[in-house]
């Protein structure tokens, strides 16, 4: 059964550049089937897709935050990864990675944005 | 394009509620639909993919449709129970980009 995990600093400081990587398991990132993707959740509003990345290197990014955000997937440790920089206290939300269409998603890490 | 749901339903147990997602531009046929459940303190978790389908474990209660007419996509959830008391979340696509509707709170009293 897949599952994601992700990880990464719970704290970052504004301006600073926000770190997170996804770890799949269960199955490969290079299935060349499958996308894979970040997705945000501010604390009690809606959700908010940041991006996705193919195993081929092949990326899409929301419009709205495409000038701050790299996403990259390593096969070689079946992870993908978000860097999203000049974060802001607008940043802070719970951050959760997916496997685009059926899923599984991960269950999400906080990530709060300090002054 | 927006995708619009309606702010909250409820329904008792037992009973069928069905969740409206419409596209405000462009054929609700154009591209897949999603749907999510998200229970509250928890990550959200995929019920329909690809309008219709179900993942793995996911009652045959959960069914997902697509009407052109209306251009909208419904989730229906039959037999209601209190465990199916979420937030749903419908998502489609925008060429490669994800659109989110804004979510639907679920009661089932």
């Known amino acids: 059964q897949m599952q994601l995990q992700e990880s990464g600093p719970g704290l970052v400081k504004a301006s600073e550049t926000l770190s997170l990587t996804c770890t799949v398991s269960g199955g490969s990132i290079s299935n060349s089937r499958y996308f894979w993707s970040w997705i945000r959740q501010p604390p009690g509003k809606g959700l908010e897709w940041i991006g996705t990345?193919?195993?081929?290197?092949?990326?899409y990014y929301n419009p709205s935050l495409k000038s701050r955000i790299t996403i990259s997937a390593d096969t070689s440790k079946n992870q993908f990864s978000l860097k999203l920089s000049s974060v802001t206290a607008a940043d802070t939300a719970v951050y959760h990675c997916?496997?685009?269409?059926?899923?599984?998603w991960g269950q999400g890490t906080l990530v709060t944005v300090s002054s | 394009y927006m995708l619009t749901q309606p702010h909250s339903v409820s329904e008792s147990p037992g009973k069928t509620v069905t969740i409206s997602c419409t596209r405000s531009?462009?054929?609700?046929?154009?591209?897949?639909v999603q749907w999510y459940q998200q229970r509250p303190g928890r990550s959200p978790t995929t019920v329909i993919y690809e309008d219709n389908q179900r993942p793995s474990g996911v009652p045959d209660r959960f069914s997902g449709s697509i009407d052109t007419s209306s251009n909208s996509s419904s989730l229906t959830i039959s037999g209601l129970k209190t465990e199916d008391e979420a937030d749903y979340y419908c998502q489609s696509y925008d060429s490669n980009n994800w659109v989110f509707g804004g979510g639907t709170k679920l009661t089932v009293l």
């Open positions: 531009s462009g054929s609700i046929a154009s591209n897949y």
């Open positions: 997916a496997r685009q269409g059926e899923g599984p």
């Open positions: 990345v193919h195993y081929s290197g092949i990326t």
